[in-house]
């Protein structure tokens, strides 16, 4: 019933989404502070120890109330726990209020303001950042926020639950993202300091999850926008920078609506729960290296579009998955 998970969990989050002080996430990420101060010894196998702790035992769990709630209760009680852990790890509220307040700013002309927003938004210094800038920013930003909050959940869910898990894949892969930033924010500050083994661990599991969802997101990119151009951005792109996951969704992402995007986000996070964004990586996309316009507010809307076509085939695509089941 991923079909009916992922509606309900969507309807709720756009209806009243999660603050972010909420109890859910700063127990998680008490759970992560703990794992990695009990485990993280400073040897790679104690930092896949940490992981496992960190990011495998909610998956776990999750997994487990599933299908104890299946067994004994029925479907219908476990399909009420897939969308309450759907509701915490899936959604564009998480988001899009960042890209909501710079769009408004650039549609009154406020570009100091926006700049503002976006300095706060990433951390980074904006002040002498061009409209552009500013716009190309905000775009690669809201498209990779977009991949980890809703694309990349999807995925990892639609997948494990087709073969019984339940929601453990949306576990799975928010977490990950999660701990790979978090642990590289915490080894920062005099708090927590967090082992380079453990660093390495949780950047090298996000990077090999991600894989999968990061090409399931750029084809999906490619089919509502222009395909050959989505595909060829790809195709010119991932020879250079191999494991670039977020460089490939950038490169399709300018493909899909022609316009061009550099390497400000490629292979970088976000700021979500406390942690920072994380450095730029070796597969950064050139900033000359795509063809397509220049970056303006109006392919903002464009943007929504592309974001909100994808999000319609993924349910047409969860909705003929489901019928077929129950067909079946």
């Known amino acids: 019933m991923s079909f009916i998970s992922v509606l309900f969990a969507l309807l709720l989050e756009q209806a009243r989404p999660l603050g972010p002080g ?27 120890l940490a992981w496992g702790f960190a990011v495998g035992a909610p998956s776990l769990l999750a997994l487990a109330i599933y299908w104890l709630l299946d067994a004994f209760l029925g479907w219908p009680v476990a399909v009420v726990w897939s969308v309450a852990v759907l509701y915490t790890t899936l959604g564009f509220r998480q988001f899009s209020f960042h890209f909501t307040q710079i769009r408004d700013a650039l549609a009154d002309g406020d570009e100091d303001h926006a700049r503002a927003l976006l300095a706060e938004w990433q951390q980074i210094d904006a002040s002498e950042l061009p409209r552009s800038e500013i716009v190309r920013h905000v775009i690669e930003h809201s498209v990779l926020a977009a991949h980890r909050h809703v694309f990349g959940v999807l995925a990892w869910f639609t997948v494990l639950a087709a073969f019984g898990f339940g929601p453990a894949g949306a576990v799975l892969y928010r977490l990950s993202e999660f701990v790979a930033r978090y642990w590289q924010h915490k080894s920062k500050t005099q708090h927590q300091p967090v082992s380079e083994a453990l660093q390495q661990t949780a950047i090298d599991a996000w990077v090999a999850i991600d894989w999968l969802p990061a090409r399931i997101t750029a084809i999906s990119f490619a089919v509502v926008g222009s395909f050959e151009e989505a595909i060829d951005g790809w195709r010119n792109h991932e020879p250079r920078a191999a494991g670039d996951n977020d460089g490939i969704i950038l490169a399709a992402t300018a493909g899909a609506v022609n316009i061009r995007l550099g390497d400000a986000a490629s292979a970088a996070a976000y700021p979500v729960d406390g942690a920072p964004a994380m450095p730029p990586g070796p597969g950064a996309l050139p900033a000359d290296s795509a063809a397509g316009q220049t970056p303006e507010p109006a392919h903002l809307a464009v943007i929504v579009g592309l974001v909100w076509r994808t999000v319609v085939m993924w349910m047409v695509l969860l909705a003929l998955l489901t019928l077929a089941r129950l067909l079946g």
């Open 22 to 48: 909420n109890l859910v996430h700063a127990s998680l990420r008490a759970w992560v502070r703990w794992s990695s101060r009990n485990f993280d010894a400073g040897k790679p196998f104690h930092g896949w």
